[in-house]
């Protein structure tokens, strides 16, 4: 079994940081050289792209609502992923998911987790 387990959500006020973190378990994935990404929906919306990173922390992508205040990152040996986010916004309130890509390109997740609550009061 894959599990991928989200951590460091809350309430924050507009213009404070959050980091978030997603741990990887299970060997299916666990062995392979995946991506990582993020991804986040508000309530009544669609489900966005946030970011991603490569096994080797390389070809990190972000969305453009948060490139320059989200910082993705990644400790491959720990199989954690980290998104450091500032500046936050209200409208950056959202469940944020982590999502991996075991073909390590990036661009098809096919493992998720079952997503942090961010809240950002104005």
């Known amino acids: 079994q894959v599990y991928l387990t989200e951590s460091g959500g809350g309430l924050v006020q507009a213009g404070d940081s959050l980091r978030l973190s997603c741990t990887v378990s299970?060997?299916?994935?666990?062995?392979?050289?995946?991506?990582a990404g993020w991804f986040r929906q508000a309530p009544g919306k669609e489900r966005e792209f946030v970011a991603s990173i490569r096994w080797r922390g390389s070809n990190m992508r972000y969305g453009n609502s948060v490139r320059g205040r989200f910082t993705i990152s990644i400790a491959s040996h720990q199989h954690t992923t980290y998104l450091q986010m500032n500046s936050l916004k209200a409208e950056d309130t959202a469940v944020y998911y982590c999502?991996?890509?075991?073909?390590?390109?990036?661009?098809?997740?096919?493992?998720w987790g079952r997503g942090t609550q961010v809240t950002v009061s104005s």
């Open positions: 999502a991996a890509d075991s073909s390590g390109r990036g661009s098809n997740f096919d493992y």
């Open positions: 299970g060997d299916t994935l666990r062995n392979t050289a995946y991506a």
